[in-house]
């Protein structure tokens, strides 16, 4: 059960405010992101999107022959 008249903080709020006390001393990266020095998105690095590894896929355990039709 909980007790409504609990004044604790929950930890993660808390956690939240102990990383942000000063969020002017937190610096990011560039300003911009230029495509051609993004790695990320350069399409001789990207081979997600070919086609021919479209067709990967997880292939069946062969099993103990519960699959098999059965034999007369």
Not at 16 to 45: C, F, H, M, Y
Request: no cysteine.
């Amino acid at each position: 059960m909980k007790n409504k008249d609990s004044k604790k903080k929950p930890f993660f709020a808390s956690f939240l405010e102990k990383q942000l006390q000063d969020p002017e001393k937190i610096k990011g990266g560039a300003n911009v992101t230029i495509a051609s020095q993004d790695t990320v998105t350069k399409p001789a690095v990207d081979t997600v999107t070919k086609p021919i590894y479209d067709m990967a896929q997880t292939m069946k355990y062969p099993s103990d022959g519960d699959d098999d039709s059965p034999s007369i």
